[in-house]
């Protein structure tokens, strides 16, 4: 997949609708459109990676960003008093749909282990 093709793309350059919940120059997060808890947001950088297995060493103060970023939405939405997960999946197996590294915060509902 490729940055024309890859839909978190669109949604970063806003060729696709979303609810965003936070934005800067690099990061952008909105509300999952198929939420999988009361509380369900994505976050991606902007900038198209693939996945986990692809960030750079140079990328590191990015995605540190964006676990600051998770943190400050998690207590913008006031769910981090009762806790929250963050879920990143990586590849076919690791459950990736869209080929875009993302990280989902999911809240508000008890979350099971082994997650699936």
């Known amino acids: 997949m490729n940055e024309s093709s890859c839909i978190f793309c669109k949604i970063?350059?806003?060729e696709i609708p979303a609810k965003i919940a936070y934005e800067d120059e690099e990061i952008i997060a909105f509300h999952d459109i198929s939420?999988?808890?009361p509380v369900h947001v994505v976050f991606i950088p902007k900038k198209h990676v693939v996945s986990l297995a692809e960030?750079?060493?140079e990328d590191a103060t990015l995605y540190g960003n964006i676990l600051l970023?998770?943190?400050?939405?998690a207590e913008t939405l006031g769910v981090t008093e009762n806790g929250y997960r963050v879920v990143?999946?990586?590849g076919k197996n690791g459950g990736q749909t869209v080929f875009h590294i993302h990280?989902?915060?999911l809240?508000?509902?008890r979350m099971t282990w082994p997650p699936g």
């Open 12 to 14: 970063a350059k806003k």
């Open 35 to 37: 939420p999988q808890a």
């Open 55 to 57: 960030i750079s060493e």
């Open 69 to 73: 970023r998770i943190r400050d939405t």
């Open 88 to 90: 990143n999946n990586t």
């Open 103 to 105: 990280f989902h915060l």
């Open 107 to 109: 809240a508000e509902r």
